[in-house]
C-alpha cells in the first residue's frame, strides 16, 4: 500500500512540474516576431559583418531592436534588394522597413513613415584622381545611384542640366567595387555612407551634391504598410529614445565613431 502511495505522489509530482515548466516557456513563445525588411549594402545604417557569421549589424539594426525589445517583440531581419522593400511591405511580406530610407512624398503615397529619425545629406562619392570635385564634373561622366533610392531621383534632376550617363545598380558596394574597378566614374549616395567607404580608402572623396546652391537634404524613417499599427507604436519609442538621449548614443557609435 505505502508502495502504491508513493508512485501516486511521484506521478503527482510530475504532472505538477511538467505544467510548472510549460507555463514558464510559453512567456518567450508569447512575444509576437515582428519582420523587418532591410537592404544590407548601406553602412553604417546595415551591412552584412562577414568576420561575425554574416550577421547583419548596424544603426537601423540597433535601433530596431531597441524598439522592438522596448514593444516587447522579437525582431526578425529580412535582407533584399533595396528596389523591393516597399512592394515587399505592401505584400506583407515584411512588418517594416529599416534602410536608411527617406520619407519621400513619392513613397508616401504607398505606405506610412515614422517620424524622421535622422537627417542625412546628399553627396558625391569619387577617386581623388578623378578630378570630379563638383557636380558639375559630373558632365558627361558614368555616375552610379542605387535603384529606386532618392539618389536616383536626385540625378535625373541634376541630368536635365548636367548630362550624365546614369547607371542604375541594386547594391551599393558593387557600385563602389565598380568605382574602384574603373567602371563607375562616381556615385551619388549619402554623407555618412560616403564616409563609411572613405575612412577605408585614402584614394576617395566626397562633396554635397549641391542643387541649385543647396544641399539636397534625406529624412531618414521606417516605413510600414498603410494603416499599420505599428507606426504609432515606433514613433511614441522613437521620441522616447530622443528624449532618453539613447538615440544620440547610437547615433554616436555607428555615425559619428567610423
Known amino acids: 500500500m505505502i508502495k502504491k502511495m508513493s508512485l501516486i505522489m511521484i506521478a503527482l509530482l510530475l504532472v505538477v512540474l511538467s505544467a ?8 518567450s513563445e508569447k512575444k509576437k516576431t515582428i519582420v523587418m525588411g532591410t537592404s544590407a ?8 559583418d562577414t568576420t561575425n557569421g554574416n550577421k547583419i549589424v548596424g544603426f537601423d539594426v540597433d535601433l530596431a531592436k531597441y524598439i522592438a525589445n522596448k514593444l516587447g517583440y522579437n525582431l526578425k531581419i529580412q535582407n533584399q534588394d533595396f528596389n523591393g522593400l516597399i512592394a515587399a511591405l505592401n505584400s506583407k511580406k515584411v512588418d517594416f522597413v529599416m534602410a536608411g530610407m527617406v520619407d519621400t512624398p513619392e513613397r508616401e503615397k504607398q505606405v506610412d513613415f515614422s517620424h524622421t529619425y535622422y537627417n542625412e545629406y546628399q553627396v558625391v562619392l569619387a577617386k581623388k584622381g578623378a578630378k570630379i570635385n563638383t557636380v558639375q564634373d559630373l558632365k558627361g561622366k558614368k555616375v552610379g545611384v542605387q535603384l529606386g533610392s532618392t539618389q536616383e531621383a536626385l540625378a535625373v534632376k541634376l541630368n536635365k542640366t548636367i548630362p550624365m550617363k546614369i547607371q542604375r545598380w541594386d547594391k551599393l558596394n558593387e557600385m563602389v567595387e565598380a568605382m574602384n574597378a574603373g567602371k563607375l566614374d562616381a556615385i551619388i549616395t549619402i554623407q555618412s555612407v560616403a564616409y563609411g567607404y572613405i575612412s577605408k580608402s585614402k584614394d576617395l572623396h566626397q562633396f ?5 546652391g543647396k544641399t539636397e537634404a534625406d529624412p531618414i524613417s521606417a516605413a510600414f504598410p498603410k494603416g499599420s499599427k505599428l507606426t504609432a507604436q515606433f514613433n511614441k519609442e522613437i521620441a522616447k529614445a530622443k528624449k532618453s538621449g539613447k538615440l544620440d548614443q547610437l547615433v554616436t557609435k555607428w555615425i559619428k565613431n567610423q
Open 20 to 27: 510548472c515548466s510549460g507555463s514558464g516557456s510559453s512567456s
Open 41 to 48: 549594402d548601406y553602412p553604417p545604417f546595415e551591412s552584412v
Open 208 to 212: 554635397n551634391a549641391l542643387v541649385n
